[in-house]
């Protein structure tokens, strides 16, 4: 089956939230979608969601599925908020248990934060299959960029987070606690090993130098020949070698702090204190 992508892009974190429905039905999955956060302020907004829900709306859409790719450090995930509003079942992969563990231990959560992913519907694992409708999706286990990091394979169409971009912009960084890029080369060569008419739809697009638009579509045959990372010619050492220098200067993500703890959570807030507000933590020297 080929379903249907409908895409929403967020300028300011850069990162595409995907509806996609199967082409003859009106069921859907909503995959990695944004929670507006201004940090100065500590004020969130629902715009981006709202977005979401107005189009499935006006679609008359039933939502089976919001999915993460994975525990997400640049945005926070709107789940809850989609999840109250058109229904669905939140699911991640089942490393979030080790995503939750390390950042427990950052961030000093209490024994009332559950390390065991129960915060989301279903926990994914290589292999696993799901439905939207009467189309089916496969689960990718491509870890590296994080522990938990999945790939969808929906019909022809593949789900990549952040583990590939645009092949002008290449790959994700993988020095965040429990990346590697030893690894990432091993769940990239699993996406590239997919039929090479395979739509890939990235996470985040940063306008790689020279092109002036936005774009997050390409193919797995793109993949193969143009990644500038991975692609034709490129071999694991290569990679290695220039995803371990260029990692090196990267200064963390913006909203990391506020988006692990919120995300680690299957997009809830950490529980109010006794005043009624949620408060989350900035750990001094600790990322």
């Known amino acids: 089956m080929s379903p249907k992508v409908h895409s929403f ?6 990162t595409i939230t995907y509806v996609v429905q199967e082409p003859e039905g009106r069921s859907c999955a909503i995959i990695d979608s944004v929670l507006d956060f ?3 302020s500590g004020r969130t907004d629902t715009r981006s969601a709202d977005a979401v829900v107005a189009f499935i709306t006006s679609e008359g859409l039933n939502v089976e599925w919001i999915l993460e790719t994975h525990v997400h450090a640049d945005h926070l995930s709107a789940a809850p908020y989609l999840q109250e509003r058109v229904g669905g079942k939140i699911g991640i992969g089942e490393k979030i248990t080790v995503v939750q563990e390390t950042f427990g231990k950052v961030f000093n959560e209490g024994t009332r934060f559950q390390r065991d992913g129960s915060q989301f519907d279903r ?6 299959s799901f439905m939207i409708g009467q189309m089916r999706g496969d689960v990718l286990h491509t870890p590296g960029h994080t522990p938990a990091c999945l790939t969808y394979v929906i019909g022809d169409a593949a789900f990549v987070g952040d583990t590939l ?3 002008d912009f290449g790959t994700a960084r993988c020095d965040f606690p429990g990346g ?3 690894t990432m080369w091993d769940s990239i060569q699993k996406i590239l090993a997919l039929p090479e008419e395979t739509r890939i ?3 985040h697009d940063y306008k790689a130098e020279g092109r002036e638009d936005y774009a997050w579509e390409t193919t797995v045959g793109e993949q193969k020949r ?3 990372h991975v692609g034709e010619g ?5 990679f290695i070698a220039m995803r371990s220098a260029r990692d090196a200067q990267l200064g963390m993500p913006r909203l990391i702090v506020p988006s692990l703890q919120v995300n680690m959570r299957a997009g809830q807030m950490p529980e109010p204190e006794d005043n009624g507000v949620s408060y989350l933590k900035v750990p001094v020297n600790g990322l």
């Open 38 to 40: 201004d940090y100065a």
């Open 165 to 167: 971009f645009m092949p």
């Open 123 to 128: 926990l994914f694992q290589q292999g696993d």
């Open 226 to 228: 143009l990644n500038k």
């Open 180 to 182: 590697s890029a030893d």
């Open 234 to 238: 490129k071999s694991r050492e290569d």
């Open 9 to 14: 892009f967020d300028e300011a974190t850069n």
């Open 201 to 203: 739809f990235v996470g």
